[in-house]
């Protein structure tokens, strides 16, 4: 690896600790839908999107977005990028090096171009999604949404925990909401390519420094609320005249365990428990669980959840207990396949082996993207497997390959009309489906 390969990958890990200081709260960075510290964000991004070129703009939703003109003024657009706001006191990368290293490509691209005269046959977008978390008004993909014309009347009436609504937080930041129409994905974005760190451990596992994304997990989150009959822990015998919902609920949890680690592919957690009015000397009365369910193909999750259902059910008539749920669905959204091959191919180009695919198991903004427009992504590894903390990072090494793989994507569209061709023909497919 050469100096200049190794200050690059550098100054890209620099850039995404420098954005890191943006937060609302000290000591830490949290950093949330439209919070005052996204300016010095905008400041920073927008300055290196300037100095590589581009032309700069703030939608009406927050989106930070610099655009490199094509060769011609209607040129297709390859989209780049990822989500600039934080879970709270987060680590420097999630969501940030998508946008950093989407500036950095531009910069190759323009060094490029400046070497030899020439000017590229499609234009490249870069976009820092100002929410993708959920955090502030427990809505994730705000900015996705409103690029896709998604961002319903009722989300803006949505609240934070000050009484703030979505529309006011946007007023707040100085754009207007009643402008959203001009955050709207451009007609000739042909594509969408996100680098994201992986946020697990697998990559690490296997040596391995990147990996295609072939889908993003279908989910269901839902909670479990176990009614059984609060009694004196010392005078209620054991058996049948105990209506112990917190032991309902404990057979149960064990059933998902044995149940997901016995299905590939598949992840089901049960990450909270409640039992109100709890104490040592009382049987539970209540228990509330939530379970969050997770796989590639919608039918392996549906059929666990239906597994699970009945865990829950048979937990509970073997004890007296009354069972209630509530909770939602999210399907599972294949990655492009064109894009994905395309993607995959720089990999092989730019280091021979075969490109690893993964499946995400969380949520991205190309899972939105992907409604409209052909989109893929690139993991790099998660050192410890660590995300969503301070102590998330990234490998120098890992940025440069995934640097270096983008530039070859970049290449090949470039060097490749028929393919470029085919992408533009893909993406009018999709925006067609879309209004059908």
Known sequence: MSETNISRAQRIIARCREIAQCTEVSGETTRTFLAPAMHRVHELLGGWMK??????????????????????????RLLTGSHLDTVANAGAFDGVLGVVMGVALVEELAAQNAATGGVMPYAIEVIGFSEEEGVRFAKPFLGSL?????????????TDANGTTVAQAIRDFGL???ELSNAALDPAAFAYLEFHI??????????????????????????FTFTGHANHAGTTPMGRLRQDALAAAAEWICEVERYAAAT???????????????????VPGMAIATLDVRHAQDSVR?????HFMSAAEAACQKRGIELSTGGFDQSAVPMDRTVTALLGGSIAKSFCPPARTLTSGAGHDA?????RVPSAMLFLRSPGGVSHHP?????????????????????RLRDDRAMLDQLVLNARTYAEAAHA
């Open 198 to 223: 992986e946020q697990g451990p697998v990559l690490e596992s296997e040596g391995a420094a990147l990996a295609v994304v072939d889908a993003i997990a279908g989910q269901t989150r839902m909670t």
């Open 51 to 76: 100095a590589a070129g581009m032309s700069v703009r703030v939608d009406a939703v927050g989106n930070l977005r610099g655009v490199l003109q094509g060769a011609e003024e209607k040129a297709p």
């Open 391 to 411: 102590d998330e990072t990234v490998l120098v090494e890992d940025v440069e390959a995934a640097l270096k793989v983008g530039v070859e994507f970049l290449a």
């Open 264 to 282: 590939p592919g598949l992840v089901a957690t049960v990450g909270k428990m409640e039992v109100p009015s709890g104490a040592s000397n009382v």
């Open 367 to 371: 899972m939105i993207l992907a409604r």
């Open 176 to 178: 207007e909401p009643e």
């Open 302 to 306: 549906h059929e666990a959840n239906l």
């Open 146 to 158: 409103a690029l896709i014309g998604e961002l319903r009347p009722e989300v803006l009436a949505r």
